[in-house]
């Protein structure tokens, strides 16, 4: 990829389509701009990245991620690094599609590859509409395959994030703020880079204009109804007038909230040693550590899983129930996408899986039945009578509650539920296994067998159900 001096602003096309709706802020050139940024953020670059990674800069057309687009384009031939970017359309805005056209037609004249994504804002979630917007944001990140990730978050932006995560009650890792670099939690071999976040606002916007570029203004940037607005619009207004310089003091402070975040996590890491066992924390080993440990300890263990972090007061529960019930109590709480359990002593994060729903088998060699698939196979003297099977009615359904069941004919028929507790059958799976009846009788049931009076005799052909899970995605 070429490395230019100084990128084209602005398209003739934008005049007609994209000027009318947004604000695109350009200047003159000045003579140099006021700051080196270019070097800056080479420093930053050579830290963290290798001639041979993809960068992905996220781009909304305001005038940080332009500057960020610009800086970056020309590093890239000094660095090696391949150079691309994104656009997320949240369709909040009657002028999301033209800032999207803005995007598209800006990376055009300086030939850059650009990828948009229209995400669906859920409007009405418990997280606000910026929350959901961001959730939103983040999953469309995710779907990027590239080293970096590279966001052009600024110091402004640090303090801010400071104020409003304090302001929500937040402990150390949320008065960290953003890091300059950290893994992306739910993409596997991508970092998130921020090289602005030592970088003012004021920085930014001045070379900008000192390079001629362009951008758009979003218009809900000044509608102070939302919470980061209004700490953007209102409060530290007041703050700067109070307190010079506070915006680099916050961030300095979230650096040093950030250096004790890495020491818990260290703490963490030896608990963890100590607590766990083949990646399951033993409940009656973290009973043993003090509540604060604990509590750091599952943090560090949510968070590695890509959990969003409960609250404290619902954290605090949870680790004094994982740490006090009974040892043959079974515990479970719901964490959005996975579910914690407490177990036989171990705490387990399951991945919340689709179950599969009543359904007659009519004879396929496979089945779909939730995150599940069924296997038939015909065998010679084991497995189902296929001569029973075939003359009743099928079905697949899952459990009700008293089920009884009898594999060995030498002994009494007994209740489902203690024979799965006997086969140390966790309880999510149980909850979620499927059985399969043959008129009102339970004939198989997986890890269990096959009810006695339906097994095949020697030699006779037979039906053999397997189920396989579906890795989860």
Known sequence: MPCVKSP????????SSVLSVCSVMASTRN???????????????????????????????GVDSVLLLHILLRLSGRHGFHLSALHVNHGISPNSDRWQAFCE?????????????KVVVERDGDE??????????????????????????????????????????????????????????????????????????????DYARAEDLAWIEDESNVDSRYARNFLRHRIFPLLRERFPGCDAVMARAAAHFSESE???????RSDAAMVMREGRIIASRLARLDGARARNLLRYVLRSEGILQPDSVRLHEIVRQVCRAAPDRHLSFDLG?????????????????????????????????????LHFKTLAGAGISREKLVSNCVR??????????????????????????????PPWERSKMPLLWCGDNLVWVPGIGIDCAWQCAPGEPGIMPELEDLPSA
């Open 8 to 15: 084209i602003f602005l398209p003739p096309s934008l005049s």
């Open 31 to 61: 003579s140099r701009p006021p700051v080196d940024l270019i070097a800056r953020i080479s420093d930053c670059l050579r830290q963290f990245v290798r001639g041979s990674d993809r960068l992905v800069a996220a781009l909304s057309g």
């Open 105 to 117: 037609q800006l990376c055009e004249a300086w030939g850059i590859r650009l990828d948009v994504k």
């Open 128 to 205: 606000g509409l910026e929350g959901a917007a961001r959730r939103a944001r983040y999953k469309a990140f995710a779907e990027e395959d590239a080293e970096w990730l590279v966001l052009a978050h600024h110091r402004d932006d640090q303090a801010e994030t400071l104020l409003f995560n304090l302001l929500r009650g937040a402990g150390v890792g949320g008065a960290a703020a953003m890091p300059v670099v950290r893994p992306f939690a739910t993409r596997q071999g991508t970092g998130i880079l921020r090289p602005f976040l030592n970088t003012s606002r004021k920085e930014i916007v």
């Open 262 to 268: 890495h020491l818990l996590e260290e703490l963490a």
């Open 337 to 373: 996408g996975k579910v914690l359990y407490r177990y036989r002593d171990e705490v387990w994060l399951i991945p919340r899986a689709e179950t599969g729903s009543d359904t007659v088998w009519r004879g396929e060699a496979r089945l779909k039945w939730g995150a599940a698939v």
């Open 396 to 425: 697949i359904s899952l459990r009700r509650g008293g089920e009884r069941f009898q594999t060995d004919s030498r002994r009494p028929r007994r209740e489902l539920k203690k024979l799965l507790q006997e086969h140390a059958v």
